[in-house]
């Protein structure tokens, strides 16, 4: 039981910490503005730009393979013209913040971990320290800023790319009628409860994946075994947490309570 | 003589092995200070203790009068810009351009456009004898030109203190000697304050003014370079002539050899 009291207390402890590190990171003003603004769009185009494939081409695929799921049940109903519906809702709620954010977690979560942990063991981050210069500020910052800018990015292009390779399935090889596909859509998905709150939910997986990344990388051992565990730890934690998360929100955004 | 760093009573742990224990030793103001002794007692850890990146566990370290171990986080800072430190292992931005590197710590503090902040860096980079090699990336750079790419980069800000953590290392005779040079010509040029960590006894004790010999988390002698040499201490003996068998034990403990061989506990 005592041990058991002291692991959760442990994991408290570390939670706090890691919340003070993000807290000290993002308050820091930058020194020189200019400065402050290239390291983070070299950020944006580090994490953001070079995730665009994974997420273009898992987008498409997963819209595909939804809409050719979906065909096959609804046209037992009769309802073929309602894989539209089905596609977008599912994709703009669910699948586009969620798949968006594991495949982020794996892709630019476990770079930054990596990137974070390498700098500590080669003494980059001391060297920061003993040159007056804050590591939190010129480091961690632009990397978590861009990260949480790029995801609800990232995500909204999974969802669009996912219904447009879904259409491609749908309309031009399964015979959906078009003209049905596009009205299911446009009468059923509304902007506030469903495309903003796949936003919302995409925006909270960014901070948490984000935020569990910069820190394993900033405690992590100065080891090559410690930044592999540190790596791992990254895409373990945060899948689990966007999981976590999702759960919670859509209980808060979808629930009828 | 006036002290720049002083070191009070000062005892360091790592888990449970004491690294230092209750150590007293002072670094004299623009003065090259030579820490020196058998690897793993601690030399590179003062360095860090100076520089306040880690606090002992008690004692203190003063560093112009700054008492590091309780300066706020943003006296720490502040007394770091007057502090350049050469690491082991170069530690050059991996991001940056050598020249990028030399002129970051300019750019971060101070006002010079980049027109000054450009001369000051070649300056630099000219007198470690890298100016050619400003567009390269560390990564390009062998391990010896990383070093003089990182001194470049902690003497940028002209700073009161400079710390050397084993710059001899790994250098070809001729980077030495240009090191050993520039080394000499910084302190007594722009009287900087030098402590330089080094395993290379002899060319440690041709430049240094004062130096400091740690064994077993002790201050075994402390004196001029000359008083170093004529010392009748075993353990200083020891250390100078590299001797294999002496009281400075070689072999991190164990239990007996032969016992061990033969399986018996």
Not at chain 2, 116 to 123: E, F, K, T, Y
Not at chain 2, 126 to 154: I, K, T
Not at chain 2, 173 to 189: Q, T
Request: charge should be neutral; hydrophobic fraction near 45%; aromatic fraction near 8%.
């Amino acid at each position: 039981m005592k041990t058991l009291y002291s692991a959760i207390y442990r994991h408290i402890e570390t939670v706090g910490q890691a919340g003070v590190f993000l807290f000290q990171a993002i308050c820091r003003l930058p020194v020189r503005y200019d400065e402050a603004l290239k390291l983070y769009f070299r950020q944006i185009y580090s994490v953001g730009v070079l995730s665009l494939i994974i997420i273009i081409v898992s987008g498409a695929f997963i819209g595909m393979v939804l809409a050719l799921q979906g065909y096959s049940i609804l046209t037992r109903y009769g309802s073929e013209s309602a894989v539209g519906q089905l596609l977008s809702l599912t994709l703009l709620r669910e699948l586009g913040p969620v798949v968006t954010g594991l495949l982020f977690a794996g892709r630019a979560g476990s770079a930054l971990t990596a990137e974070i942990g390498l700098m500590k063991t080669t003494e980059q981050l001391s060297s920061y320290e003993m040159m007056g210069i804050d590591p939190l500020r010129r480091v961690v910052a632009p990397r978590f800023l861009a990260g949480v800018t790029c995801m609800p990015i990232l995500a909204v292009i999974f969802s669009a790319v996912g219904i447009w390779a879904g259409m491609l399935v749908s309309v031009h090889w399964l015979g959906v009628y078009e003209g049905s596909f596009w009205s299911s859509m446009q009468q059923s998905v509304y902007f506030d409860t469903d495309v903003m709150n796949g936003v919302i939910k995409s925006l909270v997986f960014a901070v948490a994946v984000v935020w569990i990344a910069v820190y394993q990388g900033y405690i992590c051992q100065p080891t090559s075994e410690g930044i592999g565990r540190a790596t791992t730890r990254t895409v373990v934690l945060g899948s689990l947490a966007i999981l976590g998360l999702d759960f919670l929100l859509t209980a808060a955004m979808f629930g009828d309570f | 003589m006036e002290v720049y760093v002083d070191v009070k009573n000062l005892s360091f742990y790592r888990a449970d092995r004491a690294i230092y224990k209750d150590i007293t030793l002072q670094i004299p103001k623009g003065k090259i200070t030579a820490v020196m002794g058998p690897s793993g007692v601690g030399k590179t850890t003062l360095l860090r203790l100076i520089g306040g990146q880690i606090a002992p566990h008690s004692g203190s370290v003063t560093v112009a009068g700054l008492d590091m171990s309780r300066a706020s986080r943003k006296e720490l800072f502040d007394a770091r810009r007057k502090m350049g430190m050469l690491f082991q292992s170069g530690a050059l931005f991996s991001d940056m351009s050598v020249f990028e590197n030399v002129a970051l710590p300019l750019q971060e503090h101070t006002e010079f456009d980049d027109v000054m902040i450009r001369d000051i860096v070649l300056m630099k980079l000219q007198s470690v004898g890298l100016r050619g090699a400003a567009h390269l990336m560390p990564a390009e750079l062998s391990g010896g030109m990383a070093r003089r790419a990182a001194l470049a980069r902690a003497i940028a800000l002209d700073p009161d203190l400079v710390m050397y953590d084993e710059p001899f290392a790994g250098q070809d005779p001729i980077s030495k000697g240009v090191l050993v040079e520039l080394i000499k010509r910084l302190n007594h040029a722009a009287n900087i304050t030098s402590v330089l960590v080094s395993h290379d006894v002899e060319d440690s004790l041709s430049i240094a003014d004062h130096v400091c010999l740690l064994s077993d988390g002790r201050v075994i002698l402390s004196g001029t370079a000359d008083e170093i040499r004529q010392s009748k201490d075993p353990r200083v003996v020891q250390f100078l002539q590299g001797h294999a068998d002496g009281p400075v034990g070689f072999h991190y403990p164990a239990q007996d050899y032969d016992k061990q061989l033969l399986g018996m506990n």
